[in-house]
């Protein structure tokens, strides 16, 4: 069983709602993606073709919490250093490594020095929040998407100058669309 982490923009996600998009974990070399959804008991775990419920975790100070997965608790201690979490449960450490679902729906392109962000799941664009030619930074909402009911902010990657918007407020794409093109500051 893989556990379930709170990284920081992992529990940005799940606080927020936004928690309908698969979310990728590395573990001694190995990437584990996983999807969380709602329940009348709290979350479900999507881990391959399983469907692992209820799942919740409880935090009990910084770095520490109990960690349920389908009835059984266990307690965590963690460390976050961006996007690797050290985990010590059942007596063993790991390094888990969160790999940003957003981050990685983005493709650089080498020739041109673009960044394009791509749609994490199918769905319609709420409100776009930049405009070409606005410089954005690392982490700034660009728009945000609905996808089955649950709102989703698509940030940038990095930063860089909206060089074009390829859905426009009320229009629909599907998975993987190209949403938002940057390139670098200073080309």
């Given at each position: 069983m893989l556990p379930l982490t709170p990284c920081p923009s992992f529990t940005q996600h799940l606080a927020a709602g936004e928690i309908d998009v698969y979310?990728?974990?590395?573990?001694d070399r190995?990437?584990?993606?996983?999807?969380?959804?709602?329940?009348?008991?709290?979350?479900?775990?999507?881990?391959?073709?399983?469907?692992?419920?209820?799942?919740?975790f409880t935090h009990h100070g910084?770095?520490?919490?109990?960690?349920?997965i389908a009835g059984e608790s266990e307690p965590v201690r963690f460390a976050i250093d961006g996007d690797l979490i050290h985990l010590h449960i059942r007596g063993r450490t790991r390094i888990v490594r969160y790999n940003d679902p957003l981050r990685a729906?983005?493709?650089?392109n080498d020739e041109t020095r673009l960044l394009i962000a791509r749609a994490p799941m199918p769905?319609?664009?709420?409100?776009t929040t930049v405009s070409p030619g606005q410089s954005v930074s690392a982490g700034m909402a660009l728009m945000m998407i609905e996808s089955m009911k649950l709102q989703t902010i698509i940030r940038s990657p990095q930063d860089g100058i909206v060089?074009?918007?390829?859905?426009?407020?009320?229009?629909?794409?599907?998975?993987?669309a190209?949403?938002?093109?940057?390139?670098?500051e200073g080309r």
């Open positions: 979310h990728s974990f590395e573990v190995v990437d584990h993606r996983l999807w969380l959804s709602t329940s009348q008991q709290g979350y479900r775990l999507h881990l391959r073709d399983q469907v692992i419920a209820p799942v919740a910084e770095s520490s919490g109990i960690l349920t729906l983005t493709s650089a769905g319609v664009v709420v409100a060089d074009r918007i390829h859905v426009k407020e009320g229009e629909s794409f599907e998975h993987d190209e949403l938002v093109t940057l390139s670098e």
